[in-house]
């Protein structure tokens, strides 16, 4: 977690607006299991303290916007019982990327071919039927373009988001092949910070 990144500038002026992004606590279903826009809960320990840390660290004022599955909108609420002066609206460009019919499968079930297909294609093959690499890209672009002009702005959302956030922060709108997507993401329940 980036808990320091709010510290004011070393002339003390006040930091510039920044885009905070939050990731859900680790979801209530079986290792191994596709679980992209499949709506499952998250563990309520592990979300309130992800809540409580971004609650000492969020500075007032600070619009948020969240994924409208349960995961994400536990956080959200969990968030708002530690700081009453939060509020939040659900915004479907949040979202995790659709797996379509892998959804609630196990990987090993889906496959070895399926899977390579996809990675062949990456950018533009919607694996089971469902979304794009590209297509999550372009929607998460459309609410970032918005968020950098909004003022201090937290996403409470899933790695796929995080990830093309990633590209789009280092100014990449497409990608080509697998390679370019990033490999990491925040971890489950973690947070950070981005002033550009």
């Known amino acids: 977690m980036t808990a320091n990144a709010c510290s004011p500038t070393p002339d003390g002026a006040a930091p510039a607006s920044a885009i905070w992004l939050a990731r859900h606590a680790r ?5 191994g299991v596709c679980y992209g826009q499949l709506d499952v809960a998250a563990g309520q320990d592990a979300t309130v303290a992800s809540a409580r840390s971004l609650a000492d660290a969020l500075p007032i004022a600070t619009r948020i916007v969240c994924s409208p599955l349960q995961r994400c909108e536990l956080l959200a609420h969990t968030l708002i019982g530690f700081r009453a002066d939060l509020s939040y609206k659900t915004d479907p460009r949040l979202m995790e990327m659709s797996f379509g019919n892998w959804e609630g499968r196990r990987w090993s079930d889906i496959g070895r071919p399926a ?3 996809w990675v062949a294609d990456f950018a533009d093959h919607r694996p ?5 690499a590209q297509a999550v890209l372009r929607r ?4 970032w373009d918005e968020a950098r002009a909004a003022g201090d702005t937290l996403w409470i959302t899933h790695a796929g988001v995080v990830r093309a956030a990633t590209l789009l922060r280092a100014g990449i709108r497409r990608i080509d092949e697998a390679s370019q997507w990033p490999v990491s993401s925040l971890g489950l329940g973690a947070w950070a ?3 550009d």
Do not use: F, T, Y
């Not at 979801?27 to 290792?31: C, D, F, S």
């Not at 089971?128 to 794009?132: D, F, L, Q």
């Not at 998460?140 to 609410?143: D, T």
């Open 193 to 195: 910070v981005w002033r």
């Open 115 to 117: 899977i390579d297909a």
């Open 27 to 31: 979801p209530l279903i079986k290792a």
């Open 128 to 132: 089971g039927g469902g979304e794009s």
């Open 140 to 143: 998460v672009a459309s609410l």
